[in-house]
Structures are given as C-alpha cells and as structure tokens.
C-alpha cells in the first residue's frame, strides 16, 4: 500500500489554519492574563511600590558609594579598600590612536586590520608595547555582593 504525502498547498492550508487558530488562542487569552495581572498588582500594590522604591534607594547609594570609595582613595592612593565593603580595582588599559596602532601593526605584519584585544595584551607589557602607547590608570569601584553582615544596623561594622 503506497501512502499518499501532503501536497505543499496543503501543508500551507494547515499551516494557515495552525496560525489562525493560534492567532484566535492569543486573543482569548490575553484578556484573562490582563485581569490576572491587575489583580496581581492589585494585591501587591504596596509590596510592588516598597520593592521599585528599594531598586531605586539601591541604585542611588551604589553610586553614592562609589564615589566616596572612589575620592578616599584619590586622596590616599595607597588605600584600595578604605570602606568595609568597598574597594578601588586598579587596572591600566592602553591608550592610542587606532590609526597609528593599525599603521604599526601592519608595519609588523601583525594584520590587515587592528585586532585591539591583542593589540592591547602587547600593550601590558612594557617590553612589547610601542613607544605611541601610554597606559592610563582605570578605577573601578566595588561593592561586596553580600552585604547581608551589614544589614544589622551595627553602624561600627
């Protein structure tokens, strides 16, 4: 017995219908999900509004933080944690011309074009960076991610 396959327009005809019925699902549900989700929001109206005000006084004493950690330690370079829970990462990033690098580079048959990744791992060592580059100091502030030991409203921790 020899079975009978699917001809492509009706492949497409199924599909279509798939689509249209998945189409009519969509809209039948969306509705329901609205309300669902106003009552949630309902409910939660003053949990939702605690939690975005959290996200917020969050955001601001991060950056609050970081500048403080930040200026502690430009004023006393040799402290790179001058706050429990804080810290200042030091890190050095090449600082060049694209142009310049990419004419040294192919001068030294490195590439066609500026790699800057690897371009900028043979800045890091004085020994293979080219007299162009200077290396400029990068500050990165820091935040422990657990500061639940914090959290005690001991203000001396």
Known sequence: ????????????????????????????????????????????????????????????????????????????????????ACGVRVSEKPVYEASTALKWATEHKLCLTLDTKSFGSLCESPATRPDFVTMSELRTPTIATDLSIYAGGNEND
């Open 1 to 84: 017995m020899t079975e009978v396959q699917e001809t492509v327009p009706e492949m497409v005809r199924r599909l279509a219908l798939a689509r249209k019925r998945a189409e009519e699902i969509r809209a039948a549900l969306e509705p329901k999900k609205e309300a669902l989700l106003r009552t949630y929001e309902d409910e939660n109206h003053d949990l939702l509004e605690e939690s975005r005000n959290l996200l917020t006084l969050d955001s601001d004493l991060q950056a609050a933080i970081k500048s403080a950690t930040l200026a502690a330690y430009e004023a006393d370079r040799t402290n790179k944690k001058p706050y429990p």
